[in-house]
């Protein structure tokens, strides 16, 4: 077993690139440090692309980050090829993506705020791999530019649990094809042009949550087959 080894963010900073994670078994504790950039860019490309991105070139697992406020970034925070990771207690806005997920399983995502993002606050990406197992949970993704939480492409067995996913310009939940057997669980998903939006998406769960206010429908189904549980949408 491995020794979890920390890393300490010891001030703010405006840095084109403040910190890259690429080893396991590795912590980093923010103690509520910010960073930010003078605005968020429109293409991943020059400074400013990335507020925290973890990538190890290969699968890596085991890594935390916590207790940051990051703004002003293309990716707030992204996670590339990780497993069993944890996010908690990052403020993610005034992004262009709060929070991006990209071939990540078994990690989890919770307790963050994403709000304001030109794009979307929560983003699990699966082109050309598979974003699995993973737990999004009691998190606040509101006013968005366009989804509060977006699963994309191959995006399986996922948890989408306790969130506020409000005012948002498209969709509070929206997942399109392939991102198939998720449950979507307890959230309250209101003002959003469309609350939860699955196109071409298969044996997803959808209970107990609360809609209300959403512009266009509550939850739109398209070419998928879904368990719909109790859900109150007003």
């Known amino acids: 077993c491995m020794d979890e080894q920390p890393v300490r963010l010891i001030k703010e900073t405006r840095a084109p690139l403040p910190?890259?994670?690429i080893h396991i078994y590795v912590t980093l504790d923010g103690k509520g440090k910010?960073?930010?950039?003078?605005?968020a860019p429109s293409t991943p490309t020059g400074s400013g692309v990335y507020g925290i991105r973890v990538n190890g070139g290969q699968k890596i697992s085991n890594v935390s980050v916590r207790n940051l406020k990051i703004s002003n970034k293309f990716y707030g925070v992204i996670y590339e090829g990780v497993n069993n990771g944890l996010i908690e207690n990052v403020n993610a806005s005034s992004n262009r993506y709060g929070f991006y997920f990209w071939d990540n399983s078994y990690s989890t995502l919770r307790f963050n705020i994403a709000n304001n993002n030109v794009h979307s606050g929560i983003v699990c990406d699966a082109d050309q791999r598979i974003n699995s197992n993973n737990n999004i949970?009691?998190?606040?993704?509101?006013?968005?530019g366009v989804n509060g939480v977006f699963l994309w492409l191959a995006c399986t067995n996922n948890?989408?649990?306790?969130?506020?996913?409000?005012?948002?310009?498209?969709?509070?939940i929206s997942l399109s094809?392939?991102?198939?057997?998720n449950k979507i669980e307890g959230n309250s998903i209101s003002g959003n042009s469309s609350g939860i939006w699955?196109?071409?998406?298969n044996q997803n769960s959808i209970s107990s949550n609360t809609l209300s206010s959403n512009i266009n429908v509550g939850i739109f189904i398209q070419l998928s087959t879904c368990l719909l549980y109790t859900?109150?949408?007003?």
């Open 198 to 201: 699955i196109s071409s998406a």
């Open 19 to 21: 910190l890259s994670l």
């Open 34 to 39: 910010i960073i930010s950039g003078p605005a």
């Open 159 to 172: 948890f989408i649990n306790n969130n506020a996913l409000n005012n948002n310009a498209q969709m509070g």
């Open 177 to 181: 094809s392939g991102s198939d057997g």
């Open 231 to 234: 859900s109150r949408c007003v």
């Open 137 to 144: 949970v009691g998190n606040v993704a509101s006013y968005n």
